[in-house]
């Protein structure tokens, strides 16, 4: 039998018995505090109501965007103090990507949960930097490794004696300018006995454009987030906004905030039916 999903010790946690998956939600990046507050109130809202072990995700930095004059932050010292709020005001963990040893340690200061981008899934240093802080460290599988390669960069994280590790499927290339999710990824890296998350929205990202923005899919949402509760994962990740089309990143492939309610509804009925089986 499986481990049960939440064997990593988030603290904070709610909801964490009942038998939900858990939700990694929130806007793709930091863009100011007020939206990020409103995004934080209304996921929290649905996770109190369906009782969905909730941790809010937000990076407080992008360093991986195709054009240089790409929206990257509003400033560090900024935005990871806007997390902190959005911990402390909601009592929630929270998640942000880093992406240098040196930003490891910075964000350990304020959030839960040290997320490892999918093009850094192999960086050495930047696994070891992230298990040496001793916070959860969630690993997105690289577009270009199978869910059997990630056991490499468990092994780095598990060497700082850290075995607060969730695994996350982000999609695999499909040529140059699509993303499949291939879902034999799910129960391959849940043999390492480590939580698996489905990151749905950059699965249906379309990189590579010619303008040197991401193009996306976000009417398949619901398709991909209802494949992977059936498919049995951990927990669900997912980007949202109030205005997808203004977001200052990764717009095209976000859920629009008001048809999140709905959707976890959905899932949330669903994995009670995968539960019994």
């Known amino acids: 039998m499986k481990k049960p999903i939440l064997m990593v ?9 009942s038998g939900n998956f858990l939700l990694l939600a929130g806007p793709c990046v930091v863009e100011s505090e007020k939206i990020t507050f409103q995004i934080a109130d209304e996921i929290k809202k649905v996770s109190d109501k369906l009782k969905i072990p909730f941790v809010f995700k937000a990076s407080y930095r992008k360093a991986n965007r ?8 509003i400033g560090d ?5 806007i997390l902190r ?5 909601f009592h929630i963990p929270v998640v942000t990507d880093i992406h240098s040893p040196e930003e490891a340690l910075l964000a350990a200061e304020y959030v839960d949960i040290l997320q490892i981008p ?3 899934c192999r960086q050495t240093d930047l696994l070891l930097a992230a298990g040496n802080t001793g916070k ?3 690993i997105k599988k690289g577009q270009f490794l199978s869910g059997a390669s990630m056991k490499f960069a468990i092994d780095k994280v598990l060497s ?3 075995n607060k590790i969730f695994l996350t499927e982000r999609g695999s290339m499909f040529g140059y300018n699509d993303l499949i999710v291939d879902y034999r990824n799910i129960p391959e890296m849940q043999q390492t006995g480590f939580p698996v998350i489905v990151d749905v929205t950059h699965s249906l990202q379309q990189p590579n454009q010619s303008s040197g923005v991401t193009g996306g899919n976000p009417e398949m949402i619901e398709t991909i987030a209802k494949a992977a509760i059936a498919v ?6 997912l980007e949202t906004h109030p205005n997808p089309a203004e977001a200052k990143s990764d717009g095209a492939n976000m859920l629009n905030l008001a048809l999140l309610e709905p959707l976890i509804e959905k899932l949330a009925a669903l994995r009670q039916a995968v539960n019994k089986f």
């Open 118 to 120: 999918a093009f850094l």
């Open 232 to 237: 049995g994962v951990d927990g669900i990740f």
């Open 9 to 17: 010790d988030i603290p904070g946690l709610q909801y964490s018995e």
């Open 160 to 162: 700082t004696g850290n």
């Open 77 to 81: 010292q900024e935005a990871l103090q």
């Open 66 to 73: 195709s054009k240089l004059d790409s929206f990257a932050g």
């Open 85 to 89: 709020k959005i911990k402390n005001t």
């Open 136 to 138: 959860v460290v969630n």
